[in-house]
């Protein structure tokens, strides 16, 4: 079942309400945005195919990355660039999740919060690959902070790709040797990630209740490991599934109900083995649950470590690239993802072959718009 709503409409429909129900202002301008997205609201332009010949008018997009509509064209760009920094050697992914009594926290404190998380992950990472008895080596990750579990409530976790093995001070690549589930113990890095997240959120916000703190040592913490891709392309289609993921896609939307000012979407249920189930709220509340995701201003989700991050990939990262391919690893097909520039693809014969003729602002296109176009036309094709 496919409906053609989406959540711009839905908060079009409590467009009043979007400064009372955003947490902040920087989450109600997001809201705003994402509703007028591709809209005249935001103004436009007029596009010509050299190839077909035909006009196409577009309204301009919002470019939230919060925005259900808005992420094709960046994902795509980022995979290209990722696959280009693929090693050939198993990949590993790992889930390094919150508990619920921090959810409070990260609703007033979502970039300390945060940050706490992508730093404690690392630094667990780290402690056990530097450590002779687990790796000895230096390890590389790349982690995507996901916030929202399926029915939208608040859920931090981060998902990391990790290669199967480090660097080591010579500069060699030092195979892993761990052949369960991942490189270490889920268990002891369970242990190791709770401890130093404590240690951080203390120090960085010291207001915080002690209950909070006897709470979080009674609950285990949650850090989950996948066995290893099977091949590099398995790696890109995690890559590109999660990477620029928002909260809720408009595909999960399956109908709004003005009259009642309720909204349907589809789920899955994991504590069931992901049965595909719906839920139905209000309007109000699916929005400010919505709204619970979006990042502060500035602040980076998807982040690069180790011999991943980005002072190792100018010049030590292609070398490294050379000396795996020479051994005979399990894995060493190349694929290569070719990038495209969607939005200069025509409509109509779906060829790269698309010029912008005309832009306009909020109020719309001029009225004598035709006649402009066919003087440019001409001014082009002479």
């Known amino acids: 079942m496919y409906s053609k709503d989406t959540v711009a409409d839905l908060l079009n429909l409590e467009v009043d309400q979007l400064q009372e129900i955003a947490h902040t202002s920087w989450n109600a301008r997001a809201l705003h945005a994402i509703r007028k997205c591709r809209t005249k609201a935001l103004g436009g332009h007029l596009d010509w195919c050299r190839e077909c010949n035909k006009l196409h008018l577009q309204f301009n997009s919002c470019r939230n990355r919060h925005c259900p509509t808005c992420q094709g064209h960046k994902q795509h760009q980022w995979i290209a660039a990722r696959t280009k920094e693929l090693l050939a050697v198993p990949y590993f992914h790992v889930v390094f999740t919150l508990p619920d009594p921090l959810n409070y926290v990260a ?113 285990v913490w949650v850090v989950y490991a996948k066995p290893p891709f099977g091949k590099p392309e398995n790696v890109i289609e995690y890559l590109g599934r999660y990477t620029h993921k928002i909260a809720i896609s408009n595909s999960r939307i399956l109908v709004i109900d003005k009259q009642t000012r309720k909204v349907t979407f589809s789920l899955k249920n994991y504590k069931k083995g992901g049965k595909k189930t719906t839920l139905t709220l209000c309007a109000k509340e699916f929005i400010r649950r919505f709204q619970l995701h979006i990042l502060p201003k500035g602040f980076t989700r998807i982040r690069h470590y180790g011999y991943l991050s980005s002072s190792w990939k100018k010049d030590k990262l292609p070398l490294l690239q050379l000396q795996l391919a020479d051994k005979d690893l399990e894995y060493t097909k190349t694929f290569i993802v070719q990038e495209k520039s969607l939005h200069r693809i025509c409509p109509s014969c779906k060829k790269e072959t698309v010029i912008t003729i005309l832009t306009f602002e909020s109020r719309g296109p001029p009225k004598n718009y035709k006649q402009i176009m066919k003087h440019r036309l001409v001014k082009f094709n002479h």
């Open 107 to 219: 609703i007033r404190y979502p970039k300390v919060l945060y940050n706490i998380l992508f730093d404690s992950v690392w630094q667990t990472l780290s402690a056990f690959g530097n450590n002779p008895k687990h790796l000895g080596a230096k390890l590389g990750m790349i982690a995507v902070l996901h916030t929202w579990g399926q029915n939208l409530q608040l859920h931090p976790h981060l998902h990391c790709i990790v290669p199967k093995g480090g660097v080591t001070k010579a500069g060699f690549w030092k195979k892993g040797k761990a052949k369960d589930d991942f490189l270490f113990s889920v268990e002891a890095m369970s242990i190791k990630y709770r401890g130093l997240f404590v240690s951080k959120l203390r120090k960085a916000l010291p207001e915080l209740p002690q209950s909070l703190y006897d709470e979080l040592f009674k609950t």
